[in-house]
DNA sequence: CGAGTTCTTGACCTATGGGTCCAGAAAGGT
DNA sequence: ACCTTTCTGGACCCATAGGTCAAGAACTCG
């Protein structure tokens, strides 16, 4: 997941993965069968162990905005400690195989929908908790934040500072 | 362009872009040098052609929420409509090649950065027109414009339908 | 403990990636 | 018309991608 995650699926080789694992090539494709198959396994792990990560957060207590300023100032901070630059393993997935791999678009696709929903209900409660006015369409704004999350954890990939993201993130906080 | 738009810088070989050009191996490397050099030749053409077009459709005349609606809405339809899927090309090289490429990471910044501009301006416009609040920060509102094209370009590949893009655009221009 | 099963490994294989080179075709100068 | 220069295409090159395999190591289990 790590390699797959730092270069990418076409840029990464077998050996690349061979020196990650410490084990022989053999071993390799013995337990997973081929690059494809294990690319799969790894986005898997990365869905059940990143990408609920986030909408963990977003089911803790307290104010409603204060929870999502939290979660995408958390997502733009780590994006950006990490030395690799990575962004998310998702979003990379989508704009490299989204037009040859429906498989690999199908689980990303899945990850959204799930992020989204989680999203959406975080804007019901913020709505009936008064933060938000309740004249919004909460699953548009589900939507929106969503993909301001895709935006953001695109940006951070190319970001030279934490400017951009910072005034992204404020702004879209603000304008709910 | 073309080939590297529709299959990434890592995905397309030597072989891709003889067949697409329709000349020999050698012109090919004798014209640009590497795949390398004629994949950021293409980048630029894309910059120059692609980019520069969203820009000026914010340029027209009308109210500013009305030309900025229009814009996404050109960008979700065009990308839906594209049988290749392609997004944006800037969009995903980011996403590929941000951790090893410095060069065309830059390019797809500057590309942001104009882009992050010409929506600035044209929220500037929008509050002196008092169609935006003027309270709102247009250097903010501006990298959040930037940020929802470029979510909106990079679901575009995975989206099914143009619902969620729709909500999207939608929830982004009413928020505002 | 010993036989059978599973794992592991690195040598090996083929096709292709990315690129060079040269012989000849076109183009250009005079 | 001739020579020079540039352009072109494709044969050729080496390294690597992606994967297979056989032989031995390690683990099971009675």
Redesign the interface.
């Known amino acids: 997941m790590e390699v797959f995650w730092?270069?990418?699926y076409?840029?990464t080789t077998p050996q690349d993965l061979v020196d990650a694992l410490g084990i022989g090539k053999g071993s390799l494709y013995n337990a997973f069968g081929s690059k494809r198959a294990l690319f799969e396994k790894a986005l898997c792990r990365y869905r059940d162990s990143q990408a609920l990560a986030l909408i963990e957060m977003l089911e803790e207590k307290g104010p409603v905005k204060d929870r999502l300023r939290k979660a995408l100032r958390f997502l733009a901070e780590t994006d950006l400690a990490d030395p690799?630059?990575?962004?998310c393993m998702a979003?990379?997935t989508?704009?490299?195989l989204?037009?040859?791999d429906e498989a690999a678009?199908d689980l990303?696709?899945r990850m959204?929908d799930r992020t989204?929903g989680a999203f959406r209900v975080l804007v019901e409660e913020g709505q009936r908790a008064g933060e938000i006015a309740p004249g919004?369409?909460a699953?548009?704004?589900g939507?929106?934040l969503?993909?301001?999350?895709?935006?953001?954890r695109?940006?951070a990939?190319?970001a030279?500072g934490p400017d951009?993201l910072s005034?992204?993130i404020?702004?879209?906080v603000?304008?709910?």
Chains 1, 2 share one sequence.
């Open positions: 730092r270069k990418g076409a840029a690799d630059r990575r962004g979003v990379n989508a704009a490299e989204a037009g040859t678009a990303v696709r959204f989204e919004r369409d699953h548009a704004i939507s929106l969503l993909n301001a999350v895709v935006g953001l695109l940006m990939r190319i030279e951009r005034r992204v404020d702004a879209t603000d304008v709910l």
